[in-house]
């Protein structure tokens, strides 16, 4: 199950993070949460998800969604206007930028999908009684998946 499938708590967690800690311009004076502005609800993460997951032609979109027109298009605007997504011959898809974001949205959900072994992480990292030295085995020891180790080793 992707991000797209599932409640919008890490997104919402990036997005405080962000705007509380920094604005930080990315192109034509467009920010990071600009960028997480335009999938900020349901609808436009559904839009989103729906073109990353293909090219996909805007009536077969628009009506799958179940969006008024005017919906459909304030949403659709502003996914192209951050430039997540791009129109030609009426058919979607998304573009590097977007690539980039979706592929992101596969680490948060492993994330979500780890939770108790990260707070089992937290849990020892922080009770002191390991050394500097130490802190990297048990990453190795209770993930798999190389890219949440090297994640993990790098921020430890």
Same mark, same amino acid.
Not at 60 to 85: C, H, I, M, P
Not at 101 to 118: M, R, S, V
């Given at each position: 199950? &992707?991000?797209? *499938?599932?409640? *919008? @708590?890490?997104?919402? $967690? @990036?997005?405080?993070?962000?705007?509380?800690?920094?604005?930080?311009?990315?192109?034509?004076?467009?920010?990071?949460?600009?960028?997480?502005?335009?999938?900020?609800?349901?609808?436009?993460?559904?839009? !989103?998800?729906?073109?990353?997951?293909? &090219?996909?032609?805007?009536?077969?979109?628009?009506?799958?969604?179940?969006?008024?027109?005017?919906? !459909?298009?304030?949403?659709?605007?502003?996914?192209?206007?951050?430039?997540?997504?791009?129109?030609?011959?009426?058919?979607?898809?998304?573009?590097?930028?977007?690539?980039?974001?979706?592929?992101?949205?596969?680490? @948060?959900? *492993?994330?979500?999908? *780890?939770?108790?072994?990260?707070?089992?992480?937290?849990?020892?990292? &922080? $009770?002191?009684?390991?050394?500097?030295?130490?802190?990297?085995?048990?990453?190795?020891?209770? !993930? $798999?998946?190389?890219?949440?180790?090297?994640?993990?080793?790098?921020? &430890?």
């Amino acid at each position: 199950m &992707s991000m797209c *499938n599932t409640p *919008n @708590i890490a997104k919402i $967690s @990036i997005y405080w993070y962000l705007r509380i800690n920094r604005r930080v311009n990315v192109m034509d004076g467009l920010s990071v949460v600009d960028i997480l502005n335009a999938i900020d609800d349901r609808k436009s993460l559904d839009i !989103f998800c729906s073109i990353a997951g293909g &090219s996909v032609e805007r009536d077969a979109l628009k009506n799958a969604e179940g969006l008024s027109k005017k919906q !459909f298009y304030l949403r659709t605007r502003q996914l192209l206007k951050v430039g997540l997504v791009k129109r030609k011959k009426g058919r979607f898809s998304v573009t590097t930028l977007g690539a980039m974001l979706y592929h992101a949205e596969f680490i @948060i959900e *492993n994330g979500i999908k *780890n939770y108790w072994k990260l707070k089992a992480i937290d849990s020892i990292q &922080s $009770s002191g009684k390991i050394r500097e030295h130490e802190r990297i085995s048990p990453i190795k020891t209770i !993930f $798999s998946d190389p890219l949440i180790e090297d994640i993990l080793v790098r921020n &430890s």
